[in-house]
């Protein structure tokens, strides 16, 4: 009898999920509306619905969850997670066990860890030990996977790339520290960029009236657009990002010594736009004999990533 | 018969260690000069000395070597070590392979590694799975303990915490870098803090003309007696330091979620001089979750940590 498993990552909009079997090969995939704005007990029925549906007639053996927020994978609970209603410390294993046949094998992780896992063992870094994620959206999350094994923290709750210090003295970070990477490396970040270069009078023309005509949610895209037709303003802002991306690279290669780093998100399909400037700011930064043996890569799977890396870990269980 | 090992910590001028049984208690100790500024060579024909004489009849089963520099320890390289002259990618666990009985096991990795292991095993951390150790003497070393392994990289150059950036625009260090923590937290770091306290005429009368007269070396120590005797400019220096920590443990934190940071070497003598203000420092900018995890501890071993490990890594084999 085959083992199948069910990864699944759970969105504030969607949850996106498939059903793979002991081989890792998909079988099947479905989405529907996570609903997490209408609280946790209205996600945790969408969920049972979902693997009940993937799940057909056939026998599961586990399911892996990724999830967007601060989760102690130790004991299955979402520590803290802004885009879920209502949820702080808050049991989900213990609650979807109560849920489902209880044999079922459930694991939680942070969902930037489980698309780490994903590009290790499918995409990018399927032929690496060790290896960096950085998941580059409206924030910045990270994945460790070291010799082969996800690091997620003694308590489930590390990984948090995005939430390194690079500048000391640099701008406030949502999390309540200052100068974290995610301020200078994300949607966020170069939201926060389009403004000050507003403010102060340092924007182009041409891009200075779109973006304010902008919503936000289509500034990086902007930004993008205008810096491959050569605009000044948008391309600093990519070597900004490209420089602190080089910057936290150097400091994680002089510490963990990895293999790779895959870069993956929305943000990093401006690759050719920031990526010479962070090798190139790595490079200067980083011990030069650990630097030599790490490749920078960008991320192969994109989406897939987080539900790939799911089922695995529910595999591995 | 009992399994003997020995642990050997190689420093510029002495090399120490001790003949450890099975159970890691110390059964004999011995210290000689390494002469490391005479060359490899000469190193390694007192390595072996050493090997031979704390021996004694006993049959040995294998030798743990910590060596201050980047060290391969997947391939036993010394990739580069200022404080051994003349060396560069030197092979020494194939060198000292030649020269001792080919079945003793030889593990070689960058000191301060070993001396996580042995605070870890021994120390501080004895109760925990997940450590890191910083030494702080003239610069900063580490040590990560991640689930009760050593995690020195997937090359062994990694662990290196004195060289992440805290501050992207802060001070040059002697790696390359700018405003890695060791420029902020290390014995050349108060220095540094004196030497521009007396250019800008910031430093108090006392301290200045004290720090005018000493030797590079006592300038840590002075700083500590007048901190300890109400010098503002010295308490100020201490601040500094203890600020620099805080940031870094919770990037640290952040990062890799662990259960202890042990502090160690040198500097760490001035404990109730920076200690309020690291922790402080760490509980406002680092997530609060994994934080509330986090013990910071003093180091207990001492100068033993590093053998000790040393030789634990030894009988791991």
């Known amino acids: 009898m085959d083992k199948y498993v069910v990864g699944l990552d759970i969105g504030g909009t969607n949850m996106r999920g498939a059903l793979l079997d002991g081989d890792e090969e998909q079988v099947d995939e479905l989405k529907i509306p996570s609903e997490a704005n209408l609280g946790i007990e209205r996600l945790i029925d969408n969920l049972a619905d979902f693997i009940d549906k993937i799940r057909g007639d056939k026998k599961i053996y586990g399911v892996g969850l990724g999830i967007p927020g601060i989760i102690d994978s130790t004991r299955g609970v979402i520590t803290a ?36 896992l994903g590009e290790w063992r499918k995409g990018a870094g399927k032929d690496v030990n060790s290896m960096i ?32 210090t690079i500048n000391s003295e640099g701008p406030r ?13 994300s949607a966020n970040a170069i939201r926060r960029m389009v403004s000050e270069a507003i403010s102060n009078g ?63 998100g929305g943000i990093a399909n401006a690759w050719d736009l920031f990526i ?29 990533a987080g539900i790939l890396g799911a089922g695995y870990l529910a595999l591995q269980k």
């Not at 489902?100 to 698309?115: C, R, S, T």
């Not at 970070?173 to 490396?185: D, H, M, P, R």
């Not at 924007?203 to 009236?209: E, K, N, P, Q, V």
């Open 276 to 304: 010479r400037t962070a090798e190139d700011e790595a490079a200067i930064r980083g011990f030069d004999a650990p630097m030599e043996k790490l490749k920078i890569e960008k991320s192969v799977l994109g989406d897939d």
């Open 202 to 264: 340092s924007i182009s023309t041409a891009l200075g009236d779109r973006a304010k005509a902008a919503r936000p949610g289509e500034i990086p895209e902007l930004v993008m657009e205008a810096a491959l037709s050569g605009d000044e303003t948008a391309l600093g802002i990519w070597q900004e990002v490209g420089k602190a991306l080089g910057i936290a690279i150097a400091s994680l290669q002089n510490l963990l010594d990895v293999d790779m780093v895959v870069l993956g």
């Open 133 to 164: 994620m950085m998941t580059i959206g409206t924030g910045l999350g990270g994945g460790l996977i070291l010799n082969g094994q996800l690091w997620s923290g003694a308590h489930g709750m590390g990984g948090e790339i995005g939430h390194m």
């Open 81 to 116: 997670a802004p885009n879920i209603k209502g949820v702080h410390n808050y049991p989900i294993r213990d609650v979807l066990r109560e849920k489902l046949d209880g044999d079922i094998k459930l694991v939680i992780e942070n969902d930037a860890n489980m698309v780490g």
């Open 173 to 185: 970070c949502k999390c309540g520290n200052y100068g974290c990477l995610e301020t200078y490396a």
